[in-house]
């Protein structure tokens, strides 16, 4: 067993991962609706939920890896290319986003809130907004399958899926901590232009360099 192999894969995935995560998405909508409207406590209850969610995408792309890999690794090659399109795609979005700026927070502000949101609702919250984003579950068999190998054991591939839920829980976390302090706020959202550019850079770079491997 190559442990070193393993960790490099993790730190792969993760870095690819933590960028994508930073990028603004539907689960940065509500973790900001959720934290200025309600709650820092109720903020971080959301971002609870958006890592169970991770979990849910998690078990799709390993197991759907597994099924692929052991009907076909012409088929798992396939499917690599068209994850390297996918990137590509995503990247491109990427680009061309102009952040989350401020107008995002008045408009989560301006939602009033009808009744006091509980621990458990927001819990809910966050996952249902992360399971049913399809372009999630699409990310994960993508980047995956670009970075994972067909041999790597099945506890590892468990392990990275872990390791990724507890960055996403730690990160909106985070989002929560930050998004109900008002200095820090607008910085911090300024800030979500260039993570997008970076995104965008690492996930191009990533898939031209899967769709023109040689081997």
Known sequence: MDITLYLLQWAALAGIFFLAL???????VVAVRNSLVHSRRIGIFTALGFALGVLVHIAYAVIGIAAIISQSILLFNIIKYAGAAYLIYLGFQALRSKGMGKKAVDNALSHKAKRKMTDLKALRSGFITN???????????AIFTQVVE??????????????????????????????????????????????????????????????????
């Open 150 to 215: 067909p041999t790597t054991p099945l506890l590892w591939q468990i392990a990275y899926g872990v390791s990724f839920a507890v960055m996403t829980f730690f990160w909106f976390a985070l989002v929560a901590t930050v998004l109900t302090q008002g200095p820090v706020r607008n910085l911090f959202l300024k800030a979500t232009k260039w993570i997008d550019r970076v995104c965008g850079s690492v996930l191009i770079g990533l898939g031209i360099k899967v769709a023109t491997a040689t081997n």
């Open 22 to 28: 930073m990028s603004p998405g539907p689960d940065f």
């Open 131 to 141: 399971v049913l984003n399809p372009k999630a579950s699409l990310f994960f068999l």
